[in-house]
Nanobody, 123 residues
Framework: QVQLVESGGGSVQAGGSLRLSCAASGYTNSRYCMAWFRQAPGKEREGVAA???????SYADSVKGRFTISKDNAKNTLYLQMNSLKPEDTAMYYC?????????????????WGQGTQVTVSS
């Protein structure tokens, strides 16, 4: 059974940094496409960053140059390094994965989801 558990969220001031982690179990990271999504109150869930099986990455325009997605296949863990955080980055952040993904930042492509970790950025 696939399980994804996020950690690393918290409260930070604008301009600060956080690193989110997503520990996966029940499968091998290297065979899956993985992504980070976020959902702010009153808004739809949006794709933030994705990484496919060969390590190719995709980013939402709003986070390019500030966020970096990576994975450690030996630890079966996905990461999201978030720098230069802005108040508009405040949201619940979710980890997602699936074997086959056609559109890397589309939530409908992913069947496996974590419970989320809250990120709050104050101005």
């Amino acid at each position: 059974q696939v399980q994804l558990v996020e950690s690393g969220g918290g409260s930070v001031q604008a301009g600060g940094s956080l690193r989110l982690s997503c520990a996966a179990s029940g499968y091998t990271n290297s065979r899956y496409c993985m992504a980070w999504f976020r959902q702010a109150p009153g808004k739809e869930r949006e794709g933030v960053a994705a990484i496919d099986r060969d390590g190719s990455t995709s980013y939402a325009d709003s986070v390019k140059g500030r966020f970096t997605i990576s994975k450690d296949n030996a630890k079966n863990t996905l990461y999201l390094q978030m720098n230069s955080l802005k108040p508009e980055d405040t949201a619940m952040y979710y980890c997602a994965s699936d074997l086959w993904v056609a559109a890397a930042l589309a939530q409908s492509e992913y069947n496996y989801w974590g419970q989320g970790t809250q990120v709050t950025v104050s101005s």
